[in-house]
Protein backbone atom coordinates (compact mmCIF):
# COMPACT_ATOMS: atom_id res chain seq x y z
CA UNK A 1 0.00 0.00 0.00
CA UNK A 2 2.80 2.37 0.84
CA UNK A 3 4.26 1.85 -2.37
CA UNK A 4 1.50 2.23 -4.49
CA UNK A 5 0.80 5.81 -2.40
CA UNK A 6 4.83 6.78 -3.19
CA UNK A 7 4.14 5.91 -6.83
CA UNK A 8 0.73 7.52 -7.03
CA UNK A 9 2.50 11.06 -5.37
CA UNK A 10 5.75 11.11 -8.17
CA UNK A 11 3.74 12.95 -10.91
CA UNK A 12 1.54 15.02 -8.36
CA UNK A 13 4.98 15.75 -6.19
CA UNK A 14 6.46 16.83 -9.86
CA UNK A 15 3.14 19.28 -10.33
CA UNK A 16 3.22 20.76 -6.98
CA UNK A 17 6.82 21.43 -7.04
CA UNK A 18 7.23 22.95 -10.40
CA UNK A 19 4.36 25.35 -9.08
CA UNK A 20 6.02 26.41 -5.70
CA UNK A 21 9.15 27.09 -8.52
CA UNK A 22 7.24 29.10 -10.86
CA UNK A 23 4.77 30.64 -8.79
CA UNK A 24 7.18 32.27 -6.44
CA UNK A 25 9.55 33.17 -9.86
CA UNK A 26 6.44 34.83 -11.22
CA UNK A 27 5.39 36.85 -8.26
CA UNK A 28 8.86 38.20 -7.91
CA UNK A 29 8.61 40.45 -11.46
CA UNK A 30 4.99 41.60 -10.34
CA UNK A 31 6.03 44.83 -8.40
CA UNK A 32 6.31 44.44 -4.49
CA UNK A 33 3.58 45.52 -2.27
CA UNK A 34 3.66 47.20 1.13
CA UNK A 35 5.01 44.70 3.79
CA UNK A 36 2.55 44.42 6.86
CA UNK A 37 2.88 47.07 9.35
CA UNK A 38 4.16 45.30 12.78
CA UNK A 39 1.89 44.51 15.29
CA UNK A 40 2.34 46.65 18.45
CA UNK A 41 1.28 43.89 20.23
CA UNK A 42 3.99 42.16 21.79
CA UNK A 43 3.32 38.19 21.40
CA UNK A 44 4.36 36.69 24.70
CA UNK A 45 3.32 38.09 28.00
CA UNK A 46 6.49 39.44 29.95
CA UNK A 47 7.82 36.39 32.03
CA UNK A 48 6.88 34.19 30.25
CA UNK A 49 8.86 31.00 29.21
CA UNK A 50 9.46 30.67 25.85
CA UNK A 51 8.04 27.65 23.43
CA UNK A 52 10.90 25.32 23.13
CA UNK A 53 13.13 25.78 19.81
CA UNK A 54 11.79 23.12 17.52
CA UNK A 55 14.08 20.04 17.64
CA UNK A 56 17.16 19.26 15.07
CA UNK A 57 16.40 17.13 12.57
CA UNK A 58 18.99 14.12 12.89
CA UNK A 59 21.86 13.45 10.96
CA UNK A 60 21.25 11.14 7.75
CA UNK A 61 24.22 8.43 7.54
CA UNK A 62 25.83 8.76 3.98
CA UNK A 63 24.45 5.27 3.55
CA UNK A 64 21.22 5.72 4.59
CA UNK A 65 21.37 8.68 2.52
CA UNK A 66 22.25 6.87 -0.84
CA UNK A 67 19.91 4.28 0.17
CA UNK A 68 16.70 7.02 0.26
CA UNK A 69 18.18 8.33 -2.87
CA UNK A 70 18.22 4.70 -4.43
CA UNK A 71 14.43 4.33 -3.89
CA UNK A 72 13.97 7.69 -5.54
CA UNK A 73 15.77 6.48 -8.78
CA UNK A 74 14.33 3.24 -8.89
CA UNK A 75 10.95 3.87 -7.62
CA UNK A 76 10.32 6.29 -10.87
CA UNK A 77 9.44 9.31 -8.59
CA UNK A 78 13.22 10.95 -9.24
CA UNK A 79 11.58 10.75 -13.34
CA UNK A 80 8.58 13.05 -12.48
CA UNK A 81 11.03 15.37 -12.06
CA UNK A 82 12.27 15.56 -15.38
CA UNK A 83 9.56 18.03 -16.70
CA UNK A 84 9.98 20.63 -14.26
CA UNK A 85 12.98 22.76 -15.71
CA UNK A 86 11.94 22.23 -19.37
CA UNK A 87 8.49 23.72 -17.91
CA UNK A 88 10.38 27.12 -16.30
CA UNK A 89 12.43 27.44 -19.58
CA UNK A 90 9.29 27.24 -21.34
CA UNK A 91 7.62 29.86 -19.25
CA UNK A 92 10.82 31.93 -19.73
CA UNK A 93 10.58 31.47 -23.38
CA UNK A 94 6.63 32.73 -23.37
CA UNK A 95 7.37 35.91 -21.35
CA UNK A 96 10.28 36.83 -23.93
CA UNK A 97 7.39 36.41 -26.97
CA UNK A 98 7.16 39.80 -27.07
CA UNK A 99 10.78 40.38 -28.86
CA UNK A 100 11.04 37.77 -31.31
CA UNK A 101 14.27 38.98 -31.98
CA UNK A 102 15.49 37.16 -28.51
CA UNK A 103 14.48 33.96 -29.70
CA UNK A 104 17.96 32.87 -31.03
CA UNK A 105 19.96 33.92 -28.63
CA UNK A 106 17.42 32.91 -25.69
CA UNK A 107 17.15 29.17 -27.12
CA UNK A 108 21.77 28.98 -26.66
CA UNK A 109 21.96 30.07 -23.36
CA UNK A 110 18.79 27.99 -22.21
CA UNK A 111 20.36 24.97 -23.86
CA UNK A 112 24.28 26.13 -22.51
CA UNK A 113 22.36 25.79 -19.00
CA UNK A 114 21.67 22.40 -19.61
CA UNK A 115 24.07 21.14 -17.58
CA UNK A 116 23.69 23.93 -14.56
CA UNK A 117 20.08 22.53 -14.62
CA UNK A 118 20.68 18.75 -14.25
CA UNK A 119 23.39 19.78 -11.08
CA UNK A 120 19.56 21.98 -10.04
CA UNK A 121 17.43 18.76 -10.73
CA UNK A 122 20.20 16.36 -8.77
CA UNK A 123 19.62 18.90 -6.09
CA UNK A 124 16.07 18.45 -5.92
CA UNK A 125 16.65 14.56 -5.57
CA UNK A 126 19.22 14.67 -2.75
CA UNK A 127 16.31 17.17 -0.91
CA UNK A 128 14.01 14.44 -1.66
CA UNK A 129 15.67 11.28 -0.64
CA UNK A 130 16.48 12.84 2.47
CA UNK A 131 12.85 13.23 3.15
CA UNK A 132 12.61 9.45 2.91
CA UNK A 133 15.82 9.08 4.96
CA UNK A 134 13.85 11.23 7.68
CA UNK A 135 10.63 9.20 7.32
CA UNK A 136 12.23 5.69 6.78
CA UNK A 137 15.37 3.95 8.74
CA UNK A 138 17.82 2.08 6.35
CA UNK A 139 16.10 -1.72 6.99
CA UNK A 140 13.06 -0.09 5.83
CA UNK A 141 14.58 1.47 2.89
CA UNK A 142 16.82 -1.78 2.03
CA UNK A 143 13.66 -3.51 1.85
CA UNK A 144 12.10 -1.32 -0.43
CA UNK A 145 15.34 -1.24 -2.74
CA UNK A 146 15.17 -4.97 -2.64
CA UNK A 147 11.60 -4.81 -4.01
CA UNK A 148 12.77 -2.35 -6.35
CA UNK A 149 15.26 -4.18 -7.68
CA UNK A 150 13.16 -7.47 -8.53
CA UNK A 151 11.36 -8.11 -11.37
CA UNK A 152 7.81 -7.38 -9.88
CA UNK A 153 9.56 -3.78 -8.65
CA UNK A 154 11.15 -3.30 -12.25
CA UNK A 155 7.34 -4.19 -13.81
CA UNK A 156 5.61 -2.02 -11.10
CA UNK A 157 7.64 0.97 -12.38
CA UNK A 158 7.46 0.25 -15.79
CA UNK A 159 3.88 0.17 -15.60
CA UNK A 160 3.07 3.04 -13.31
CA UNK A 161 2.57 6.10 -16.18
CA UNK A 162 -0.02 3.66 -18.12
CA UNK A 163 -1.61 2.76 -14.10
CA UNK A 164 -1.58 6.21 -13.46
CA UNK A 165 -3.56 7.30 -16.68
CA UNK A 166 -6.21 4.71 -16.62
CA UNK A 167 -6.95 5.93 -12.99
CA UNK A 168 -6.98 9.17 -13.89
CA UNK A 169 -9.63 8.38 -16.41
CA UNK A 170 -11.39 5.94 -14.05
CA UNK A 171 -11.67 8.88 -11.10
CA UNK A 172 -12.76 11.22 -13.91
CA UNK A 173 -16.02 8.78 -14.78
CA UNK A 174 -16.58 7.89 -11.27
CA UNK A 175 -16.28 11.39 -10.07
CA UNK A 176 -18.72 12.46 -12.97
CA UNK A 177 -21.09 9.44 -11.89
CA UNK A 178 -20.81 9.79 -8.12
CA UNK A 179 -21.74 13.77 -8.31
CA UNK A 180 -24.77 12.95 -10.67
CA UNK A 181 -26.01 10.31 -8.08
CA UNK A 182 -25.61 12.80 -5.52
CA UNK A 183 -27.40 14.91 -7.27
CA UNK A 184 -30.16 12.52 -7.74
CA UNK A 185 -30.06 11.22 -4.12
CA UNK A 186 -30.22 14.90 -2.65
CA UNK A 187 -33.27 15.76 -4.64
CA UNK A 188 -35.51 12.80 -3.83
CA UNK A 189 -34.71 13.34 -0.12
CA UNK A 190 -35.44 16.61 0.01
CA UNK A 191 -38.43 16.19 -2.38
CA UNK A 192 -39.85 13.95 0.96
CA UNK A 193 -39.36 17.06 3.23
CA UNK A 194 -41.41 19.39 0.67
CA UNK A 195 -38.39 20.91 -1.14
CA UNK A 196 -37.77 21.24 -5.11
CA UNK A 197 -34.26 21.42 -5.94
CA UNK A 198 -33.08 22.50 -9.37
Request: no cysteine; hydrophobic share 45%; charged share 25%.
Amino acid sequence: MVLRLAALAGPFLAALLSQAVLVPAALAQQPSAKPPAASAKPTAKPGAVPPPAPAPEPDVSPSHLALAREVMLSSGIARSFDSIIPTMAEQIRKNAVTRPDLAKDLDEVLKGLDPEMELQKQRLITIAARIYAKRLNEAELKDIVAFFRSPAGKRYVETQPQILDDMVGAMQDWTQEVSEYIMVRTRAEMGKRGHQLQ
